[in-house]
């Protein structure tokens, strides 16, 4: 019993120091100081290091800058429907089948299946309250599927029935996100899905994107990896 003050103290400074070491350094020194920057960056007036946009080239020498003002910043912010529809990707579930992380060459498959021109890199997330680095990969990653599949009509098709999109697809549909309704009396809805024979509806019928299926969609093709970064660049993968 007299040992238990001793055992108390070594347990609270275990948990101290390793919530210091794994959330307060990087935070306050590392993740915590990124921001949003351009692909290239300019020298600056002054030849101190700039918090945040500090970063170790191939050769290990630390570079530093500030952003090219003539450059878009990067990461992007996501639009109010594509931040609805993150809401949705969510709530159905799609992170626990999907990750959102390109790993780099050398760990994995990722660049041999055609994920991403590049490896995700912290600064890709620091815009996103809620980060999808998922935890499984049933289906492929999605970090980069607004840029491999930018056609928006595909991934309505691909969420109504996947088998449309990709035979022998795992995925379940969601065909709950779409209205089935009979055809107006002046003509089909220019947002109506094209479905093949096999999976058409009753004639005189069609099958319309509902609010949450545009949203969902909207979010899908804002994942796009199409841009580099000081610390990592499309051209050096």
Known sequence: ??????????????????????IL????????????????LIRPDTEEPIPGLTYRDDDGNLQY??????EELFPRFFGGK???GKEHYVSMGCLYCHSQQ?????????????????????????????????????????KDIGSRMPDESWH?????????????????????LYETRPIPDDGPSPDALSLPAEFAVDEGY????????REL?????????DYDLPEVRRAEN
């Open 156 to 176: 309505h098709l691909h969420l109504y029935n996947p088998q449309i999109t990709s035979e022998g697809s795992n995925m379940p549909p969601y065909p709950f």
């Open 1 to 22: 019993m007299n040992n238990l003050p001793f055992l108390f103290c070594g347990i609270f400074l275990t948990l101290a120091l390793s919530w210091v070491g794994l």
């Open 65 to 70: 800058g500030v952003p090219n003002p003539d």
């Open 217 to 225: 969609v909207a979010y899908l093709l804002e994942l796009r990896l």
């Open 206 to 213: 069609e099958v319309v994107p509902t609010r949450r299926a």
């Open 82 to 84: 594509a931040r609805r």
């Open 102 to 142: 390109v790993r780099r060459r050398g760990f994995g498959a990722d660049y041999d299946r055609g994920w991403g021109d590049r490896q995700s890199v912290a600064r890709d997330y620091i815009l996103q309250e809620r980060v999808m680095l998922g935890t499984s990969r049933t289906g492929p990653d999605l």
């Open 25 to 40: 350094v990087p935070d306050l020194f590392q993740i915590g100081q990124l921001d949003r920057t351009t692909s290239e």
